[in-house]
């Protein structure tokens, strides 16, 4: 069965520092890769995906991801956080092979962004 | 830009009550998914839905739970007799042909 690990409950950083969010999953097989990112109150927004190819992925406002199949980690990262950054960011892991919409999520990772 | 829409984006109801969850999902989409998150928790499947029936369901989604797509474009999900624990954020997913999901903005149920 698939997994999603995020290893970090809460982190903190300064408002123009560097930011990686770390995520590690189990799959049998090569997985689609999804980090999502969720204010208070509101729905799920899409920051990047992997399906194939280059491991390294662009996403929205700033954030890329890399995909290292030998470490099983598919960690976030942005190299200047800024204040309106801070929400909770998950981690996904679906399936090509079945059902390929079902994803299982991390538990979260809460942001916060000292000024 | 296409859109998954959810309503009602807040419904408080009675225990035992049923509540029916509507969902739009963008109109050439061909999977549609209910998840659920609990106050403060992770994200988790509920069930999907393919050609009109149920592919997949998780443990959770016991035969208090159902779902229907009765026309062309809602995708409902009914809990028959709410409890306690059902109080949470449904989300209503679609994709077209697997991979990614496109959630709605969620429905939150408050079960009194």
């Known amino acids: 069965a698939q997994s999603v690990t995020q290893p970090d409950i809460h982190i903190t950083v300064s408002e123009g520092a560097s930011l990686e969010l770390r995520c590690n999953y189990s799959?049998?097989?090569?997985?689609?890769l999804f980090w999502y990112v969720q204010s208070p109150g509101q729905g799920l927004q899409l920051l990047l995906k992997?399906?194939?190819?280059?491991?390294l992925v662009q996403g929205i406002k700033g954030f890329e991801a890399e995909f290292k199949r030998s470490q099983s980690s598919f960690n976030l990262r942005k190299p200047s956080v800024h204040w309106s950054d801070a929400a909770e960011y998950f981690c996904?892991?679906?399936?090509?092979?079945?059902?390929?919409?079902?994803?299982?999520f991390g538990d979260g990772t809460t942001l916060t962004v000292k000024p | 830009e296409p859109e998954v829409t959810q309503t009602p984006s807040h419904q408080v109801t009675q225990m035992g009550q049923e509540v029916i969850l509507r969902c739009v999902p963008i109109?050439?989409?061909?999977?549609f998914y209910w998840y659920r998150q609990i106050l403060g928790q992770k994200v988790e499947f509920l069930v999907s839905?393919?050609?009109?029936?149920?592919?997949?369901k998780s443990e959770i989604f016991d035969d208090q739970f159902s779902v229907e797509r009765p026309d062309g474009s809602n995708f409902t999900l009914k809990i028959r007799s709410t409890k306690l624990e059902d109080s949470a954020m449904y989300f209503c997913?679609?994709?077209?042909?697997?991979?990614?999901?496109?959630f709605g903005e969620g429905s939150r149920l408050t079960v009194l």
């Open positions: 997913a679609s994709t077209r042909a697997g991979g990614e999901l496109f």
């Open positions: 799959y049998g097989a090569t997985p689609y």
């Open positions: 992997y399906f194939s190819g280059d491991t």
């Open positions: 996904a892991v679906g399936s090509w092979l079945t059902n390929a919409g079902k994803s299982t």
């Open positions: 109109s050439n989409h061909l999977y």
């Open positions: 839905f393919y050609n009109n029936e149920i592919s997949e």
